[in-house]
């Protein structure tokens, strides 16, 4: 049976799950898989995601394809006819499109299979708390661990046709970053008899902002982004409580243990001149995307002779993802997909072109294609 990529990408984008909850997901993919012949894959759960061994002709080897599932606490404002029937709930970070072209390569190498054994990867949370690590360390993964293991990232801002990579360092080290304050409410008239937590808060987000611009080398690169404040519960009332989330990004991880150092010693400057109690939660870390040099080399050179894809060399992001787990234990690389959408990843507007899908299922199944052809080498 044929499978339209644009319907799956449309229903998959309107049921985004946080991590962890990606029941629906799971089962939407699970009923495509059902109608594959049953003597070509094999299938095992973990949680609520997925390991699909996709059986090779002659196996030597497991290539591994990695695709995330999850959405984002984002209430989505496209105005498209497919949007999320989930409040509160997106996939604005394109893992919609990730989780189709998984499903395409998948269901390409099915049809024509490859000598070795591919194993694809559908894993949940990478937006929080992290599925990736769990998974690298579950006897499910172990029972089929790839030789060698890939993935993309949709990319707003380059045109379709484009792949963007390079070797080496591709993604920061992240870390979540949560911070409460407990003072002590009263009465707006009165706030001489209070520890007043919109002020210390407000403070204190702007003394986190000194950080990046007076402790680290301006040789370095740091972000320290704060994306959410809450604080008090009504105009004629002193905050008792406030809490701030956001994260924080290095390309050295020493550089994130010096920011840490300095987030702790400024929480303390406000816990003392706002007599007030403070508490910090890194929530979850993310290892750095780091591509191995020759695989990367070489997917560069195989992708670039394919007609209709341009391959770009590009910098390093700051964006964060669990899959640098993987990669610190398997050999591998992520590369970026041109998906042209005017609004960037995490955007309440973004909307991927879906003529990337195409791209993305091309480019993954000619690169598997490709690597089975070379026997037992993983390396080139
Ligand atoms: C590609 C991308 O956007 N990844 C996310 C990963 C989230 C990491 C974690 N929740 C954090 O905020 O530190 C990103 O925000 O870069």
């Given at each position: 049976m044929e499978w339209d990529w644009v319907q799956i990408r449309r229903d998959l984008h309107q049921i985004p799950e946080l991590g962890f909850q990606e029941w629906?997901?799971?089962?939407?993919?699970?009923?495509?898989?059902?109608?594959?012949?049953?003597?070509?894959?094999?299938?095992?759960?973990?949680?609520?995601?997925?390991?699909?061994?996709?059986?090779?002709?002659?196996?030597?080897?497991?290539?591994?394809?990695?695709?995330?599932?999850?959405?984002?606490?984002?209430?989505?404002?496209?105005?498209?006819?497919?949007?999320?029937?989930?409040?509160g709930k997106m996939h604005a970070c394109g893992h919609d499109i990730h989780m189709t072209i998984a499903l395409g390569a998948?269901?390409?190498?099915?049809?024509?299979?490859?000598?070795?054994?591919v194993v694809f990867i559908f894993q949940p949370a990478e937006e929080g708390p992290g599925g990736a690590k769990p998974m690298l360390e579950s006897s499910s993964f172990q029972k089929w661990q790839p030789d060698l293991l890939f993935a993309l990232h949709i990319a707003p801002e380059y045109p379709v046709g484009t792949v963007a990579v390079k070797e080496g360092l591709l993604f920061a080290n992240t870390s979540e970053l949560f911070i409460d304050l407990v003072g002590k409410g009263g009465h707006a008239a009165y706030p001489h008899k209070s520890n007043d937590m919109v002020i210390a808060l407000t403070q204190l987000v702007n003394q986190l902002q000194t950080i990046v611009s007076r402790n680290i080398d301006p040789?370095?690169?740091a972000v320290v982004s704060i994306g959410k404040i809450r604080a008090g519960s009504v105009q004629n009332s002193i905050a008792e409580e406030a809490r701030l989330e956001g994260t924080i990004r290095t390309f050295q991880p020493e550089t994130m243990a010096l920011i840490k150092e300095r987030i702790e010693s400024i929480v303390k400057g406000i816990e003392y001149g706002f007599r007030c109690e403070a508490t910090i939660d890194y929530g979850s870390n993310y290892y750095q995307v780091f591509n191995d040099?020759?695989?990367?080399?070489?997917?560069?050179?195989?992708?670039?002779?394919?007609?209709?894809?341009?391959?770009?060399?590009?910098?390093?992001?700051?964006?964060?993802?669990?899959?640098g787990y993987f990669l610190k234990e398997i050999p591998g690389f992520m590369f970026w997909l041109g998906a042209n959408s005017r609004y960037g990843l995490h955007h309440r507007k973004l909307t991927p072109d879906e003529a990337c899908i195409d791209t993305g299922i091309h480019v993954v199944?000619?690169?598997?294609?490709?690597?089975?052809?070379?026997?037992?080498?993983?390396?080139?």
């Amino acid at each position: 049976m044929e499978w339209d990529w644009v319907q799956i990408r449309r229903d998959l984008h309107q049921i985004p799950e946080l991590g962890f909850q990606e029941w629906k997901t799971q089962a939407y993919l699970l009923d495509k898989l059902e109608t594959l012949p049953k003597n070509r894959i094999e299938i095992q759960r973990w949680k609520t995601g997925l390991i699909v061994k996709v059986n090779g002709l002659d196996p030597k080897k497991r290539i591994g394809y990695r695709t995330d599932i999850d959405g984002l606490p984002i209430e989505e404002d496209t105005g498209l006819s497919y949007r999320s029937v989930h409040p509160g709930k997106m996939h604005a970070c394109g893992h919609d499109i990730h989780m189709t072209i998984a499903l395409g390569a998948l269901y390409e190498i099915v049809n024509e299979p490859v000598a070795d054994d591919v194993v694809f990867i559908f894993q949940p949370a990478e937006e929080g708390p992290g599925g990736a690590k769990p998974m690298l360390e579950s006897s499910s993964f172990q029972k089929w661990q790839p030789d060698l293991l890939f993935a993309l990232h949709i990319a707003p801002e380059y045109p379709v046709g484009t792949v963007a990579v390079k070797e080496g360092l591709l993604f920061a080290n992240t870390s979540e970053l949560f911070i409460d304050l407990v003072g002590k409410g009263g009465h707006a008239a009165y706030p001489h008899k209070s520890n007043d937590m919109v002020i210390a808060l407000t403070q204190l987000v702007n003394q986190l902002q000194t950080i990046v611009s007076r402790n680290i080398d301006p040789l370095d690169h740091a972000v320290v982004s704060i994306g959410k404040i809450r604080a008090g519960s009504v105009q004629n009332s002193i905050a008792e409580e406030a809490r701030l989330e956001g994260t924080i990004r290095t390309f050295q991880p020493e550089t994130m243990a010096l920011i840490k150092e300095r987030i702790e010693s400024i929480v303390k400057g406000i816990e003392y001149g706002f007599r007030c109690e403070a508490t910090i939660d890194y929530g979850s870390n993310y290892y750095q995307v780091f591509n191995d040099e020759m695989l990367t080399k070489q997917f560069i050179e195989l992708t670039t002779s394919l007609e209709d894809v341009t391959v770009q060399i590009c910098t390093e992001a700051m964006t964060g993802e669990d899959f640098g787990y993987f990669l610190k234990e398997i050999p591998g690389f992520m590369f970026w997909l041109g998906a042209n959408s005017r609004y960037g990843l995490h955007h309440r507007k973004l909307t991927p072109d879906e003529a990337c899908i195409d791209t993305g299922i091309h480019v993954v199944t000619n690169y598997i294609r490709r690597k089975s052809e070379e026997g037992m080498q993983i390396r080139p």
